[in-house]
Structures are given as structure tokens and as C-alpha cells.
């Protein structure tokens, strides 16, 4: 049973668009994390979002904690072809303590 | 640069044999886990381990192991490979909290023949 899922699947958009990910699941969170990874890398964190409602903003990437922490979104505004790689969003859930889980992810191609 | 290294970085051996992936975590990270990565089933968690106790296990087959040494690394061990074990296998590590962040390292390439 996959505890988040993530939306799109894919993304394939023109520099200069914005564009919005979206990570949800029906468990309630302590907190989720953003992971970006890049062909041939491990995932690297972005952000962790903590309280619900919460908004985190890094440069052009905007993160935000749903108010009942069961969801999550990234908002990218103007995106560059440096922003292309796969968007993970990970959490352990207040059922399921132990273990950080993963989402399906996101892969976002951005085209010059 | 994470600061966790694994090797080896790409591994290619046949059906039914066993190989062995290692880790070495971050610089004062006493937690290490173990996660595949397949085209179609994005990151899945396997084992946990802390302070060299194993602490949370996921979809681990019986067919894998894992363990951390006093020094703090970590082998996963793999036997009677399948076709479908070919994956991308992710250590990552963190001071211990599960809800901290994660430090990846680059992962091994496994592929099965």
C-alpha cells in the first residue's frame, strides 16, 4: 500500500511556465520533506515542512503542509531547465512511526 | 557532496549468485537505511539500522540482509538474485531521528542477468 501518492507522474513544460506537484495521502503526518533527484545522484533534500498550513518558500520553489498535514504541494514559479529532475515527496505517518516513507514521485522535464 | 559514499557504483552479475553493497555514512551519522529503486515502484524502504541495531524494516525480502558494523558501515547483502532484483539500491544516512533529513549517497546500480 502506497502512503503517498504523487501527481502528475510526468511533467513536461516550456521554460518560463509555472507549475504546481502535488503529494497526498489519507495518514496524517509529523511532517513531510521534499527530495529533488538528478540523473545518476541519490535524492537531495530540499525542504521540511512541519506545522499545517505551513508555507516555505526557496527562491522559486514554494512548499506547502496541508492544515490537517495529510498533504503537501510544491509551486514552481518560472521554471528554468535546471529545475528538471525527480520530485520526491517522503513522511512518516502518526500510524506508522518507525519508517520514512516515500512517494511515487514526479518527473518534470523543463525544455529551454 | 552528501558525505555517504557506496560502492560499488554499478554491479552486473547473473541470475542465482549473491553480491554484497556497502556504505559508509555521513561523518556523525549513527542511522543508515537501505532503499531500491525500480523504474516502476519509485523509492522503497527496505532496513533501518542504528548504532548497529537494527531498528524499522520495510519490504525486505528473506533473500536480502543487511547489517552495520562498530565503524558505523553498512553491507546489504543479496542472494539468489533474480532478474527482477535489478534496481538502483540507495543508502542514505542521519544522526537518527526517522523524521530527520535524509543524506544520500549516489547508489549501486544493480543488474541482473
Known amino acids: 500500500t502506497q502512503l503517498l501518492e504523487q501527481s502528475p507522474q510526468f511533467l513536461s513544460i516550456q521554460e518560463g511556465e509555472n507549475l504546481t506537484v502535488y503529494c497526498n495521502s489519507s495518514?496524517?503526518?509529523?511532517?513531510l520533506q521534499w527530495y529533488r533527484q538528478e540523473p545518476g545522484e541519490g535524492p537531495v533534500l530540499l525542504v521540511t515542512?512541519?506545522?499545517?498550513?505551513e508555507v516555505k518558500k526557496l527562491k522559486r520553489l514554494t512548499f506547502q503542509f496541508g492544515d490537517a498535514r495529510k498533504d503537501s504541494s510544491l509551486h514552481i514559479t518560472a521554471a528554468q531547465p535546471g529545475d528538471t529532475g525527480l520530485y520526491l515527496c517522503?513522511?512518516?505517518?502518526?500510524?506508522?512511526?518507525?519508517?520514512?516513507?516515500f512517494g511515487t514521485g514526479t518527473r518534470l522535464q523543463v525544455f529551454p | 557532496d552528501s558525505g555517504v559514499t557506496q560502492t560499488p557504483k554499478h554491479l552486473i552479475t547473473a541470475t542465482g549468485q549473491r553480491v554484497t553493497l556497502r556504505c559508509s555514512p555521513r561523518?556523525?551519522?549513527?542511522?543508515v537505511y537501505w532503499y531500491q529503486q525500480s523504474l516502476d515502484q519509485g523509492l522503497q524502504f527496505l532496513i533501518q539500522?542504528?548504532?548497529?541495531?537494527?531498528?524499522a524494516k520495510g519490504n525486505i525480502l528473506e533473500r536480502f540482509s543487511a547489517q552495520q558494523f562498530p565503524d558505523l558501515h553498512s553491507e546489504l547483502n543479496l542472494s539468489s538474485l533474480e532478474l527482477g532484483d535489478s534496481a538502483l539500491y540507495f543508502c542514505?544516512?542521519?544522526?537518527?531521528?526517522?523524521?530527520?533529513?535524509?543524506?544520500f549517497g549516489n547508489g549501486t546500480r544493480l543488474t541482473v542477468t
Open positions: 515542512v512541519v506545522t499545517g498550513g
Open positions: 542514505a544516512s542521519n544522526r537518527g531521528r526517522v523524521n530527520s533529513p535524509l543524506h
Open positions: 495518514s496524517v503526518f509529523s511532517s
Open positions: 517522503a513522511g512518516v505517518a502518526v500510524d506508522n512511526t518507525d519508517k520514512l516513507i
Open positions: 539500522y542504528y548504532n548497529g541495531e537494527e531498528r
Open positions: 561523518s556523525g551519522d549513527l542511522s
